[in-house]
Structures are given as structure tokens and as C-alpha cells.
């Protein structure tokens, strides 16, 4: 059973200005996680596309049957789809989406700039040093207690209750080769993330923001929250330097303004 299924983890598309925003969650999460971030970006006038990544919004069984190659040709094709009805593209993800914002930067071109939540680039949980069969026989693994610095927060949160271990196996396995791709990332970039956060590691945010090669480059830490930082009780904060980030990189006139 997935974290609050009265939630709708669909994705969602919010029409806006000639600047748009892709936005990406996390691994077993869903679009619900940067729902917040969506709405206070499309408040000022950006268009927002967050798309579901495939085996994500179903069952945790499901996305077992799912590899980093889909999640990521699938957020290259959302990438597509906004960059054919916005002038302008950024590209803002979470943990697993913030990988995939650094792929997509090293590989794609015309992006206008990137912010990384909470990038998972290194991460905490032990499981990561299993070997590839043990998941064919454990499928799904339990998970930690996520902590949250608002509790009220989790209630914001479509997520899968378990790790479906082959599909987090291919997205482990991929991280070495992210990391080899970081200096390909020349856009600017802002990178934001938690020291309360107990699944991304903060050495492995510091090394990606450290290895891409953006002259142009901010590292923001917060205190006041936890991995989801999108959700919990620093999301204005982030939301504001995120919305700051973009406005400060428009070619000047390009902003629509915010909406009267």
C-alpha cells in the first residue's frame, strides 16, 4: 500500500507563461511531492509540467519492472513536451529527480538552468551494498521511518510503503556513471538540501556540486527539514530561492510577471 493513497499521484500540467519549470520527483514518490513548489512557480506566471515516472503511481510491485533508462527517457521526453510550448526550460528534481535533472543537463541541450532538491547522488541506506541477486529473491524491502521536521507534512506525500529492490538495484548501480557525467553539466545550477536529512547524503550533494562544471553555481543548506524538502517545513524557503534562481537567470524582458 502506498503513504496517504487518498492522494492523486498523477501528473499535473499547469499552463502558464513562455517560462516553464519540469519538475521531477523521487524514487517510489510521485508528482505530489513537488506539488507546492508547482504551485507557488505557477502563482508567478511559469508554466509547470511534473510528469509520473513510469512504475511510479501504481504499486511498488510494479515499478520492479522499471530501469533507470525508462525513468529517464521518459523525463527526456517531458523534457520535449515543454520545451515545445515554452521559450525557456528549467528543470527542478527531487533525490532520484535531482539525478536525472544532473543527467538530463549533462546530455540535453537548451536548458536554461537546473536546481537540485536534496540529490541523491550518494545515499545512506546500507541495502545499497547487496548484491543484484538478493533482490530477485527479497522483491520489495521495508522502509525506514522518513523523518519529517513538520509531521503534518507526510500528509502531503504519495509514496510507495517499501523499496521495490530491483528497480532501486538499477537506479544504484546507475550513480557511478552520473557522477562520471557531472562535469558535462555547464548550466547554471542551484543545488539545495538538508543536514536533517537521512537518505541523501550531504557529501554526495557537495560532490555534485563541487564536480559540474557551471561557472555560474549556488550550494543552499537548510536545517528545518527533512529529505522531502519540497513538503516539509522549509518548502517557502526553497520555494523563494528556487524562484529567485530563475528569475535572476532570464535573458532580461523574458519574464512574464506575476499573475494579477
Known sequence: MPMNPDLDPSAFFLEGGQTGV???HGFTGAPTEMRLIGDYFHDRGLTIFAPLLPGHGTTADDLNHYRWIDWFDHAKWALGELQNKCEI???AGLSMGAVLTLSLAATQPDIQGIISYAAAIQVNDRRRYLPTFVGRIIRQAPKSKEYWADPN??????????????????FLKQLPDITAQLSQVTCPYLAIYSTADSSANASGVRLAYERVSSTDKELIEIQDSGHVITLDRSWERVAEKSFHFIKQHLPEGEFDGEKQ
Do not use: H, R, T
Open 22 to 24: 519540469l519538475l521531477i
Open 89 to 91: 526550460v528549467f528543470i
Open 153 to 170: 507534512a507526510e500528509s502531503l506525500c504519495w509514496s510507495y510503503d517499501s523499496f521495490p529492490s530491483m528497480a532501486a538495484s538499477s
